[in-house]
């Protein structure tokens, strides 16, 4: 199968990797090559093409392999292989580099909710330190005076912006955003179909009518061809005798003939697939599962009840007010209210209850009275009198402090050994209102007695974490 190479893909590789082995007086050249876009454009096969076409031999690691149960793991991992790729150059006279896939997924912080330990701190101070002395890189514990060779690294992502600050700054890390225009995806697509007599006219066409998909999409999409005769090869043989055939069998492994690939064909399997993919978006089954991700209750969007019927007097009624002490209000003109409805209070911004079971008339030509929205006053400087008695009074102030300055709640907890460590682990999604963040504390308090328990501030928009306060020791 002939693949295509993008020729701006290959270019932006060939020139970094080479660049790193060139020395250039004078020219300070980043070690780190960052290659990010969305997911499935072909980032980590577009970089295997390149690396086998130039003759370069590869050293893998996955972003899984940066977390550990034990701390300083994944960073002593990643200063062993950079160890070992640079005596490879050393031994065999060629060009190597090392390849870090889904690097965000491995080191990066994507929300409060995900866990920042300590091999999270340790890999990016190491990648930091690498960059900055590619050359002296040591194991923990021992010292090598030789100078090692510089070795590249790529690493593949979707959002840097999860990654630590000061490690993708431009001394360090060069940034490549990789999103394939319509001539590099037809390109990618020609390859992926270059053995299946589609004509370049068929293969635009079907590029331009799933547009939105990602190349992995088309890759997926020829592999779907072949489902029709799988499941006429399972019927053959029968359902139960499968795996005996398949996997553990004296016969001759079983053979397709290729299937015939049209444009009709493919277009019709491709439907199918973004129809499982809209599906997938709009089930959002987890919030009917999981009420804990629906979010603080006080902002759910309030549903008002159906409208009643009209009042057929024009004459305005008088209203009791349902929070009052029965004393009558007003008298105002007041539509779709009935004295047996529940008034249901609404949180809004200002701290404030309104009664929206109470609805305003409609604009009239006459002179119409105006309503004011009924308001149950809560006094901002006490908090709602929201008291507890297992949680000592100055964690409740710190929490009433962060919530006032416009901070969300965290909470984490962590047992003896690991407090070592300083592997904390999260008691759950962040929190926002005060009772809210009061329960949460009750509940982690009884859970965890013999943990430690420290809250910390969220920043919405940042996600950056502020005063971190361990409230809770075991005994």
């Not at 995806?185 to 009518?209: F, P």
């Not at 397709?256 to 599906?279: A, D, H, T, W, Y």
């Not at 409208?307 to 349902?322: A, W």
């Not at 501030?457 to 361990?470: C, L, N, S, Y």
Request: charged share 25%; glycine share 6%; with cysteine.
């Amino acid at each position: 199968m002939n693949y295509y190479i993008a020729p701006r893909f290959l270019e932006k590789i060939a020139v970094f990797i080479t660049k790193n082995y060139l020395n250039i007086p004078g020219i300070r050249v980043p070690l780190i090559l960052g290659v990010h876009g969305r997911k499935g454009e072909g980032k980590s096969f577009q970089c295997d093409l390149v690396f086998e076409k130039m003759g370069i031999e590869i050293t893998h690691i996955s972003g899984g392999e940066l977390e550990s149960p034990d701390a300083g793991d994944p960073s002593r991992l990643l200063r062993l292989r950079y160890r070992e790729t640079a005596e490879l150059i050393r031994v065999r006279g060629k060009m190597c580099a090392i390849m870090i896939n889904d690097l965000d997924a491995g080191a990066g912080r994507f929300d409060e909710g995900t866990q920042y330990t300590v091999n999270t701190q340790l890999v990016n101070a190491t990648l930091m330190n690498i960059a900055d002395n590619p050359t002296n890189v040591q194991l923990p514990g021992s010292y090598d005076e030789t100078p090692l060779h510089r070795v590249p690294i790529i690493v593949t992502g979707n959002d840097f912006s999860t990654l630590y600050a000061p490690l993708i700054r431009d001394g360090r890390m060069e940034k490549f955003y990789w999103q394939p225009d319509r001539s590099d995806k037809v390109g990618i697509v020609a390859g992926i179909y270059s053995d299946d007599g589609l004509s370049s006219r068929e293969i635009e066409q079907l590029v331009d009518t799933f547009s939105n998909q990602s190349v992995d999409f088309f890759s997926a999409l020829r592999s779907r061809i072949y489902d029709e005769q799988i499941r006429d090869f399972i019927f053959k043989i029968g359902i139960e005798q499968v795996s005996r055939r398949v996997v553990n069998s004296a016969d001759r492994p079983p053979e397709f003939s290729k299937p015939k690939f049209n444009l009709s064909r493919l277009i019709e399997m491709g439907n199918l697939m973004v129809k499982e993919q809209q599906q997938v978006q709009s089930s959002q089954l987890v919030k009917e599962y999981n009420r804990a991700l629906d979010g603080n209750r006080y902002f759910r969007e309030y549903t008002p009840p159906a409208p009643l019927e009209k009042p057929k007097s024009s004459q305005p009624e008088t209203v009791t007010s349902p929070f009052g002490n029965g004393a009558e209000s007003a008298k105002n003109p007041v539509k779709n209210y009935s004295p047996t409805q529940t008034p249901l209070p609404v949180w809004q911004s200002g701290n404030r209850f309104v009664n929206e079971s109470i609805q305003l008339p409609q604009a009239s030509s006459g002179v119409v009275n105006s309503v004011e929205s009924y308001e149950l006053p809560v006094h901002n400087n006490r908090h709602n009198e929201v008291i507890s008695t297992q949680i000592g009074l100055q964690t409740l102030e710190q929490v009433r402090n962060l919530i006032a300055q416009g901070y969300h709640i965290g909470i984490e907890h962590v047992d003896k050994r690991r407090f070592r460590t300083n592997s904390w682990k999260s008691c759950g999604q962040s929190i926002v209102g005060e009772s809210e963040a009061i329960t949460a504390l009750e509940v982690n308090l009884s859970e965890y007695q013999n943990e430690y328990l420290r809250i910390f501030g969220i920043e919405p928009r940042t996600k950056r974490r502020v005063m971190e306060t361990i409230i809770h020791r075991p005994e």
